[in-house]
């Protein structure tokens, strides 16, 4: 992004990530097809998305901004 290419990033604020994270749903999936079920907590918001039908095959912890930067597929962040 942007702000990768003139400096280190910076994390975005918890509620513009959980905005994104609970958007992800509806503007993303569709277009990545069938995919797993895949659980993600943000343990600085204390909130949790799941994303498919069924059992989650997956779970992902993080912050929220982590979360929601690699999903958008920011290179370097880790998640657990």
Do not use: C, N
């Not at 290419?5 to 905005?19: C, I, K, M, R, Y």
């Not at 994104?20 to 797993?36: A, C, I, K, S, T």
């Not at 779970?59 to 958008?72: P, T």
């Amino acid at each position: 992004d942007a702000q990768g290419a003139v400096e280190d990033p910076a994390p975005l604020l918890p509620a513009v990530s959980g905005h994104g994270l609970d958007e992800f749903p509806d503007l993303y999936l569709p277009r990545l097809g069938d995919v797993q079920t895949i659980e993600l907590t943000a343990t600085d918001m204390g909130h949790s998305w799941r994303f498919g039908e069924g059992a989650p095959t997956a779970h992902v912890e993080g912050k929220a901004s982590d979360i929601f930067l690699r999903l958008m597929s920011r290179p370097g962040v880790r998640l657990q």
